[in-house]
């Protein structure tokens, strides 16, 4: 896929990335770059060739120097260095956090180690994804948690509202934007025995979704050993006055090896990786069930509920969503957000939410929705893309293997 198809994957990745950005935030427009929020990284970005675009507010890079193919790539067999600064970093303190915070999401916070953490769904009272999270219990009276960057303004209007109707009836619990601090992303196979060099802790005791505050390369940082690319990895909260400092010694310490890679191979990694991107795969009238999340509902809230949606969500999983989220595969054009889906005989099931080409498979990819029914991995189906109908069958994701460091 050279020339034109290298432009389509940029474009199509482009399109998706500003979709999901349209939806998150409504009514808001910038006149010019100028109106754009910076990351601390912003200059080193563009010293280090980074196309600049907007994106939830914020001027990012969508790729550097290298193509989005050359960085999916090269994720995958070394590394990247992802700036995601632009991401929403806060903690939940007092002795009532956990409760107050199971009364927001899906997941079993209290039955959670300190140190762990777990993906997460903030939910509406029609149990719709208001935003997915990944949130980690530092202690029994400390959570830390990251929202997404375009979903930001709600999800803090969302959790302050619920915040003062509990503390209102005597629970403990207040809480702590971390807009002082940068969040880097490290992926790869290269990640760990990079980052090992520049901190003493031992990265092999630190499992996938676990969480320490440790000193890397001097600094006081939050580490939590997850990320959005299906490869094994960190995100790195740092205060920013040492974020650039990071970064170039981990590109350093990498020789190379490890690039700084924009948002555009970041979708095509989730989306090789089968994660949701909100805005697309996952919005308000999407539940945590239809979504292919049902795991992310801990045993013991699916007893008691508790949670904004739960009769709804609780019902689904014991009769059953009508609509389910699948992988695709498809020949001819890669799948747009907002192709249709239909069976063999040509009757929608469904309809696609993100799309692509994808570099490590060298073959379309997607996924959708369609019809509870028509879920199953090996259905045909026909996807139409720009008025043309294309054969495609139903797959298991991920699409490509993930590589989370577990215990064995």
């Known amino acids: 896929m050279r020339g034109g198809g290298l432009w389509q994957l940029g474009q199509s990745i482009t399109r998706r990335l500003a979709q999901a950005e349209k939806k998150n935030i409504a009514h808001r427009s910038f006149a010019s770059e100028s109106d754009l929020k910076k990351t601390v990284l912003y200059d080193f970005h563009v010293a280090n060739g980074g196309k600049m675009v907007p994106f939830a507010g914020w001027s990012m890079p969508i790729q550097y120097k290298d193509s989005i193919m050359d960085s999916t790539l090269n994720c995958r067999t070394n590394g990247s260095l992802f700036d995601v600064s632009h991401m929403c970093g ?51 009276d400390h959570i830390y948690l990251v929202v997404n960057a375009g979903c930001r303004d709600k999800d803090l209007a969302h959790i302050e509202e619920h915040m003062k109707a509990f503390t209102s009836k005597g629970g403990d619990v207040s809480w702590h934007i971390h807009d002082e601090r940068s969040l880097l992303a490290l992926q790869g196979p290269l990640a760990a025995p990079v980052l090992q060099h520049l901190m003493k802790d031992d990265l092999s005791k630190i499992y996938f979704s676990d969480f320490r505050v440790l000193d890397i390369n001097g600094a006081p940082c939050y580490l939590t050993r997850t990320g959005y690319t299906g490869e094994d990895g960190f995100e790195i909260s740092v205060p920013s006055e040492n974020a650039v400092d990071l970064a170039k010694a981990i590109l350093d310490k990498s020789e190379g090896k490890v690039r700084l890679t924009g948002l555009g191979a970041r979708d095509s990694l989730r989306l090789e990786a089968g994660l949701c991107l909100y805005g697309n795969d996952m919005e308000q009238h999407i539940t945590p069930v239809e979504a292919g999340l049902t795991w992310a509902i801990g045993k013991r809230r699916r007893a008691e509920g508790g949670f904004l949606g739960a009769e709804v969500i609780l019902k689904q999983i014991a009769d059953g969503p009508s609509i389910r989220r699948v992988g695709l595969f498809s020949a001819g054009p890669p799948a747009r957000s907002h192709s249709e889906i239909q069976d063999e005989k040509g009757q929608n099931i469904g309809e696609v939410t993100s799309g692509g080409f994808s570099p490590c498979l060298k073959k379309n990819i997607a996924m959708g929705y369609v019809k509870s029914g028509s879920h199953k991995a090996g259905t045909k189906v026909k996807i139409v893309v720009r008025g043309k109908s294309y054969d495609g069958s139903v797959t298991k994701m991920p699409f490509v293997p993930t590589k989370y460091y577990k215990p064995t």
Not at 93 to 98: E, L, V, Y
Not at 110 to 139: C, M, Q, R
């Open 90 to 140: 806060l903690s939940l303190k007092g002795k009532d956090c956990i409760p107050f915070l199971e009364k927001l999401v899906v997941a079993d916070v209290a039955s959670l180690a300190p140190g762990t953490g777990t993906l997460t769904v903030f939910t509406n009272e029609k149990g719709g994804a208001i935003d997915d999270s990944v949130i980690t219990k530092v202690t029994d």
